[in-house]
């Protein structure tokens, strides 16, 4: 199997993985879940979809390409990358849609499909450079930090309507207001 065929493998299996992710906190309340997936309906929350469901399939993603001996010298930086420019790229498209044309779930399922195809596109980009070296080491750190501001902004949200959850009417995990 080609890079390219796991790439769109990719595509679709992360896709799915959203649909998951985006109810499981609802399923199961504790704090693991609060700190990696959506805890409510705030276009905020639902950022953690995209950075934790690409990490997720990174171990599908991952063994896909060692059965097929793809070079994979960058896995950990694109999984890293690819997850996290994600949350930049959906949130340029969807805020300008979302005021120009109102909030829509055909238009949020949408653009999470166009933006897991970019990202998808930008790893497979990343996967066939030369090895980052260095960079690819500071995966873990970068991820761990990018979960320390998913988790701060959890239980300390700013108030803005990036934040804010109109069905239920709060901010982050606890904050009715």
Known sequence: MSL?????IDVFGIFALSFLLHFLYKWLPNP?????????ESIWEHMKIF??????????????????????DNFSFQLFF?????????LLMYIPLRNALGESM???????????????????????MDNLGFINKLTILLILIVYGVFIYLTYNPL????FYDKIEA???INDFK
């Open 159 to 162: 108030h803005n309507y990036l």
């Open 82 to 90: 690819s997850s996290f420019i994600a949350i930049p790229i959906y």
């Open 170 to 172: 709060k901010y982050g």
């Open 32 to 40: 693991l879940f609060a700190w990696i997936m959506p805890v409510n």
């Open 4 to 8: 390219k065929k796991i790439k769109i």
């Open 51 to 72: 950075f934790t469901a690409t990490l997720m399939w990174g171990i599908v993603d991952y063994h896909l390409l060692k059965k097929n001996d793809i070079p994979h």
């Open 106 to 128: 055909v238009l949020s399922i949408s653009l999470m499909f166009v933006v897991y195809v970019i990202c998808q596109c930008i790893s497979y980009k990343l996967l066939t």
